[in-house]
């Protein structure tokens, strides 16, 4: 099988784009952007040909100097990666790993191309059929197979079967659209806005609303503060330093009895989180974890309060399993 050189770039978001650039000038024809790792960093991966690598060894690294330089970033901050790789079909094999995954009872997430019947795929004790929602994996994030993205979900399919009754729902940083297309689903009165600052990002969107014929949902790229409040339910699936950023404008689209649900976290930036929208009179209602990443149920105006141990508490959830496991608190 024919081989390849993997460049691969970790970076803090801001300095997306200037790496990105630095692998084009370099030669590569192949960039796509992987998920992020666990500290929170954009990370990029090229593909470039084997005898390359000298060449590559040394202007990269010149690249990453300025880039940290232009950025102020630390060292530790930055990283680059050369690894040889052997081609396989990736188009064919990527289809075999995209099984469907099932959310609860109430929602299964699945490829467009996925065609064989998806009744073994239904919980052993559903009351009802679930609804399906179809997204492929694309350009913009969001598959349901990342934990933010599943956690978010249980999250909305929770309340969902607890009869939460919902009008107004925002999807900030929609990425694919999966969460207000899933909230259209379950529920289909209700107007959604789905937002994100990146043009091909509500393309996306809207193409998979398309997939699933799905009216009362808009995906635009409408700044926050122009949005009419208030909102039921809102969803930000960001970075943390957007996420703090952000908490004063989300609290103006809040009314008494709002529910927030916040991801994109690693579970030692939770208590971070919890404790600054704290200050903007969100009160922890839910804390669930998987994978080191973490996603938090707020409820606005709240009354109750919680001991920070409660609050602190999480439930794992195993990505193969529908049950909840809460972990142990520590002594």
């Not at 099984?99 to 699945?110: G, H, K």
């Not at 490829?111 to 059929?129: G, I, N, S, V, W």
């Not at 990342?146 to 939460?164: E, I, Y």
Request: aromatic letters at 6%.
């Amino acid at each position: 099988m024919d081989e390849y050189l993997q460049i691969s770039i970790s970076v803090p978001p801001p300095a997306l784009e200037a790496a990105s650039s630095a692998l084009f000038e370099a030669g590569t024809t192949s960039l796509w952007e992987d998920i992020p790792d666990n500290r929170g960093r954009a990370v990029l991966r090229a593909a470039f040909r084997p005898q390359e690598a000298m060449r590559l060894m040394v202007e990269l690294p010149r690249a990453l100097i300025l880039i940290r330089e232009v950025f102020s970033l630390d060292e530790p901050l930055i990283s680059l990666e050369i690894e040889l790789k052997t081609q396989v079909d990736y188009s064919q094999k990527f289809r075999l790993d995209q099984i469907p995954i099932v959310i609860s009872e109430d929602l299964i997430i699945a490829p467009t191309f996925y065609q064989e019947p998806l009744d073994k795929f239904f919980p052993p004790k559903a009351t009802r059929e679930p609804k399906v929602l179809r997204i492929d994996p694309g350009a913009a994030f969001g598959t349901g197979r990342h934990p933010t993205s599943f956690l978010c979900l249980k999250l909305l399919t929770r309340l969902k079967a607890h009869g939460k009754k919902l009008n107004r729902i925002l999807d900030i940083g929609a990425g694919s659209g999966i969460l207000s297309l899933a909230s259209s689903l379950l529920f289909p009165e209700a107007v959604i806005i789905g937002i994100d600052n990146d043009p091909d990002t509500i393309d996306v969107a809207n193409e998979n609303k398309e997939i699933n014929h799905l009216e009362g949902v808009s995906f635009s790229a409408s700044p926050l503060d122009s949005l009419e409040a208030p909102f039921d339910l809102i969803f930000a699936n960001i970075t943390l330093g957007t996420l703090l950023e952000l908490s004063g404008s989300i609290e103006k689209l809040a009314k008494k009895g709002t529910i927030l649900i916040l991801s994109g976290i690693l579970e030692d930036q939770a208590k971070e989180t919890i404790k600054i929208y704290a200050m903007h009179n969100f009160v922890l209602k839910s804390h669930l974890g998987q994978n080191e990443w973490s996603a938090l149920e707020f409820i606005y105006g709240s009354n109750s309060r919680r001991s920070p141990k409660e609050l602190l508490r999480v439930i794992v959830l195993e990505p193969s399993l529908e049950t909840m496991v809460p972990k142990p608190e520590e002594s």
